[in-house]
Each structure stands twice: as C-alpha cells, then as structure tokens.
C-alpha cells in the first residue's frame, strides 16, 4: 500500500466525510443552491491566496532543487490557473478580483489556512506536503467521482464548468505529480514513528477540508431559510 493510501486508510472517516460531503453531491447533479456555491467559491479564492504563501514556503522548506521546481510548479498553477477559475465564474455574479480581496476570510478559511502554514513552518516539507495533499489530491479525487455521475456535464447544471476544470487532464496531472512527489519524500523521510505523526496532521487537515463544504452548505441553508 501506497503512502498516501496508508494516510487514507488511517482517516477513513475524515476522508468520506470529506469526499463525499452533501456539497459535493449536490454539485454533480446541479441541485446546490446558488447562495451555498457562491460562498465557498469567494472563501475559496481566499483560501487559495493563503494556499499559493504555503507552496512559496515549500519552496524554501525543499532540500533538493528538484523539490523547489516541484514546489513552484504548484505555486503557478494555483496563480495561474486555479484563481483564474475563480474569477471567472465570479464575474457572473458581478464580482472582480478585486472585490473577492476585499471580502472577509470566513472562520473556517482562517482555522485550515493557519494550520497548513503553521504545520508548514514547524515542520519539514514532507509535512507541509501532508497538509496540503487533502487539497490537491483530493479536489482531484472528488472532481473525478462526480465528473462520473448522469447530469455532472449537462447544460442545465450551473457547476459543470467547476466539475470539468478539477476533472480535466490539466488539473489531474497536478494532482498526480503531486502524489508522486509525495510519495517520493516519504520513501526519504517517513520512519514508522514518524508516520504516525504525519497521520494526525492528514486527519487534521481532511477534517478542516470538510469544515470548508460544509461552511458553504450552511450558507445554502441558510438562503432556503431566509427565502
């Protein structure tokens, strides 16, 4: 079994309550209300700023040259790529780059960005890697389990576009490049004693994952309340 598998397996249920959280559900058949999407896109393009600080910190945790470039290429596509996403489908609502820096980190957003850059600092890069990866690999993971369901891209679901760009050979292959570097430092680095050490951040960081849905489904929530 594989170093990320064995992380996976040892948080089962932080993984399924991640993975397979209501919000994500309700994005392959179109059914999340536009209020809950809304709100986990903008808190989103937040997190993903503080996100792009800790692949800079990456970069300067790695020990080899190999390591920053992996590091970096990350940070690109984050800068480059996923925030672009962001804005786009913000403009809909009539939302620029601009107003989306303006908005106020939700709870949620601070708890899992300070722990990821804390972890990062305390840490080695075999940790900060641990806390970034249910993010990239698991956006990856997720995108491709509902990309598989009847009306994921179907004209009428307003989150095709979201489902297509996560499931896409582009972003794959970060996520998988990922993994492998992952992998690859674990082979370097992880000691039985000091697996069990990088489990708790993987859980800890999966747990905060799910806490980033369902901050967004409460918001849903809240909209069908108020209507």
Same mark, same amino acid.
């Given at each position: ?124 890069? /075999?940790?900060?890697?641990? @806390?970034?990866?249910?993010?990239? %690999?698991?956006?990856?993971?997720? #995108? =491709? $389990? *509902? ?40 082979? /370097?680095?992880?000691?039985? @004693?000091?697996?069990?050490?990088? %489990?708790?951040?993987?859980?800890? #960081? =999966? $747990? *905060? ?19």
């Amino acid at each position: 079994m594989s170093f990320f598998e064995r992380l996976k397996t040892a948080a089962s249920a932080e993984w399924s309550a991640y993975t397979e959280h209501p919000f994500t559900n309700a994005l392959a058949d179109g059914s999340l209300a536009e209020t809950a999407f809304r709100h986990y896109l903008i808190q989103d393009y937040l997190f993903l700023i503080e996100f792009a600080r800790a692949y800079a910190l990456s970069i300067y945790k790695s020990p080899k040259l190999a390591d920053m470039r992996e590091a970096a290429a990350g940070l690109s596509a984050i800068l480059d790529v996923e925030m672009d996403l962001h804005v786009k489908l913000c403009t809909s609502w009539g939302l620029s780059a601009g107003d989306l820096e303006q908005t106020a980190a939700a709870v949620e957003t601070l708890a899992y960005t300070r722990y990821v850059l804390d972890t990062g600092m305390r840490g080695d890069l /075999l940790a900060l890697e641990v @806390a970034l990866a249910p993010c990239v %690999i698991g956006y990856a993971e997720i #995108a =491709t $389990r *509902l990309a598989s369901r009847p009306n994921a891209h179907v004209a009428a679901n307003p989150y095709r576009v979201w489902i297509a760009e996560y499931a896409g050979a582009p972003y794959q292959q970060v996520a998988a490049k990922a993994r492998a570097h992952l992998e690859g430092l674990a082979d /370097l680095y992880a000691t039985p @004693a000091r697996e069990a050490e990088l %489990i708790v951040i993987f859980k800890e #960081a =999966t $747990r *905060l994952e799910a806490d980033f849905w369902e901050m967004g489904w409460r918001a849903g929530q809240a909209g069908k309340t108020r209507a």
